[in-house]
């Protein structure tokens, strides 16, 4: 079955950076659209970054400029390169995936049927 396996998530000061890595199994990230998702304490889960088969990226406006996403293929990998990090960065950041080759928004997370458990971080 499908697994989605989350890390590189930690505490980082204002202004640092972080990334955070994806990894699946029983899953082909060359054949459909990827994403990460997050999730502030208390808040609902929102779409930050997806990319799709060709590596075409969407981003959430919130993030657009400081987060970078990508995947390598042949890993089976999927990452987020995230730069000047603010407090309100901090959340749970998951990792999702598609059956979808493309999606109209990568963003909805109706769209996704695989998810990781999630990894934290904390900007302060």
């Known amino acids: 079955h499908v697994q989605l396996v989350e890390s590189g998530g930690g505490s980082v000061q204002a202004g640092g950076s972080l990334t955070l890595s994806c990894v699946a199994s029983a899953y082909t990230f060359g054949s459909a659209c990827v994403a990460w998702f997050r999730r502030p304490s208390g808040k609902e889960r929102e779409g930050i970054a997806a990319?799709?088969?060709?590596?075409?990226?969407t981003y959430a406006d919130s993030v657009e400029g400081r987060f970078t996403i990508s995947k390598d293929d042949a890993k089976n990998t999927l990452y987020l390169q995230m730069d000047n990090l603010k407090p309100e960065d901090t959340a749970k950041y998951y990792c999702?995936?598609?059956?979808?080759?493309?999606?109209?928004?990568?963003?909805?997370?109706?769209?996704?049927?695989?998810w990781g458990q999630g990894t934290q971080v904390t900007v302060s």
């Open positions: 999702a995936a598609s059956y979808a080759a493309s999606l109209d928004n990568g963003l909805d997370q109706r769209e996704y049927g695989f």
């Open positions: 990319i799709d088969h060709e590596g075409v990226p």
